[in-house]
């Protein structure tokens, strides 16, 4: 009896495992496609940073796992660091980007010795008391602001023919509403493999109506190889480049602390304070090991909160294995390759609740505030200002030095430092006060 329950248990493990390692794979492969274009890299240069991307993706999760914050987080390519390498390549000359590539490589290996330093520091209590429901909240609504434009141009077809597309609108929509339904009323195993089936669905279909093109500029040489390190070159230094890869670094932190914040209330579990010091040395380390693969930073994402409450997967085994997988797929080519066939619509479809329960995260943070003027004006104008930047065209900080450009172009990085300001400088209220207060 026992065998036949932990056979299921492993089955149930590995079905989940699965699910984890799509979850992963819809946040890793539009980044070597967009990056690679902005820097003008080959078919070829493209689909081995792909697999660089996912080795990376897997090993720095598993580092968390077992040396970082211990919790069901996944990491994935930051969305500040997206921003730096594609604003950097878009900016810089065409001679010019195979040595850009080696500076950021140089940028990323010094911050993440940084901040694996930093964490061993004892401020991060300190750190943390920053961090306030207000703030909090006011991040997650601009984290989800700032990508619910790359949602809905995917969803609506946008993105793939310019325009509003019948056929992916219906897709998309058929999608999530599988995932809703599935995560409300199903029961079990069911309720968990929501988002599995949805991709499942939502794949199948766009093969039904013949919208996916298999156009293989690129055919791989052999069904192994190992992920190369410092692909880019050798690492080159930059005063510039290393600034903005310090600070981008440190704002970084609040990502940190975030995504374990709402990893730990999606697991209604009390998070330790070391867990935020060993995140943000984890987090170091894996900088430290995106510069030596030549591959974009990586961070834990927050939406890994969203996913665990969609899907009521709260253990570590089936991360584990989904990292393992993800991992596995950096070093097989093909394999690579044909995941990587994903079309961004239905990864974007397949993220929608689990982005929308972010949103619901931080408006129930900000609904537990009293609703006195002085927090009114310090949610308010954060916000107001945040998301409006993100409205602003690129151009408009050509003026700006290129390592406060980095920032100052960033409407949630705005808003985020705005809030702070607000909350503990501007508008800062008296000791002993519950704002102060993260739980």
Not at 46 to 66: C, D, E, N
Not at 124 to 149: C, D, H, K, M
Not at 191 to 198: A, R
Not at 293 to 302: A, D, K, R, W
């Amino acid at each position: 009896m026992n065998d036949i329950t932990n056979r299921e248990n492993g089955l149930l493990s590995g079905v989940q495992g699965l699910q984890w390692a799509v979850f992963m794979l819809t946040n890793v492969i539009a980044v070597p496609v967009v990056v690679g274009a902005a820097f003008h890299m080959s078919p070829a240069e493209i689909s081995t940073f792909m697999q660089r991307m996912l080795f990376v993706s897997g090993a720095a999760t598993l580092i968390q796992l077992f040396i970082g914050h211990r919790l069901p987080v996944v990491e994935g390519a930051a969305g500040m660091w997206w921003a730096i390498f594609i604003l950097l390549g878009t900016m810089s000359a065409p001679g010019e980007q195979g040595l850009l590539l080696q500076q950021l490589e140089m940028g990323l290996i010094i911050a993440g010795i940084f901040l694996a330093i930093l964490g061993f520091l004892p401020i991060i209590e300190n750190i943390l008391l920053l961090f306030t429901p207000i703030v909090t909240g006011v991040y997650l609504i601009l984290l989800v602001a700032q990508l619910s434009g790359s949602f809905f141009k995917s969803i609506l077809g946008i993105s793939a023919t310019g325009q509003l597309d019948g056929k992916i609108v219906l897709i998309c929509l058929i999608e999530i509403v599988m995932i809703l339904l599935i995560s409300l009323k199903a029961n079990g195993i069911w309720k968990s493999m929501g988002p599995l089936i949805g991709i499942v669905v939502g794949w199948s279909l766009f093969h039904f109506f013949g919208l996916i093109h298999l156009e293989k500029a690129h055919e791989p040489t052999s069904w192994f190889t190992l992920p190369q390190l410092l692909n880019w070159g050798s690492p080159k230094f930059d005063v510039g480049i290393v600034l903005t890869s310090i600070i981008t670094s440190v704002v970084l932190i609040s990502n940190v602390i975030a995504s374990i914040l709402v990893v730990g209330i999606a697991l209604e579990k009390e998070v330790k304070p070391n867990q935020y010091s060993k995140g943000i040395f984890g987090n170091g380390v894996n900088l430290f090991v995106s510069g030596i693969f030549s591959v974009v930073g990586v961070v834990p994402l927050s939406v890994s909160a969203g996913f665990i409450t969609t899907t009521g997967i709260k253990k570590m085994r089936p991360l584990i294995i989904g990292a393992v997988i993800i991992m596995a797929a950096g070093f097989l080519p093909y394999i690579a390759e044909f995941l990587s066939t994903l079309p961004l619509e239905v990864a974007y479809a397949s993220l929608f609740i689990p982005f929308s329960q972010m949103m619901g995260f931080g408006i129930r943070d900000l609904m537990g505030q009293e609703p006195s003027s002085r927090n009114l004006l310090v949610i308010g104008l954060p916000l107001m200002v945040g998301i409006g930047m993100m409205f602003m065209p690129p151009q408009s900080f050509e003026s700006v030095a290129p390592w406060l450009r980095n920032i100052v172009a960033n409407g949630l990085l705005v808003g985020l430092i705005f809030c702070l300001l607000l909350e503990h400088v501007l508008f800062r209220e008296k000791k002993g006060s519950d704002s102060t207060n993260n739980n």
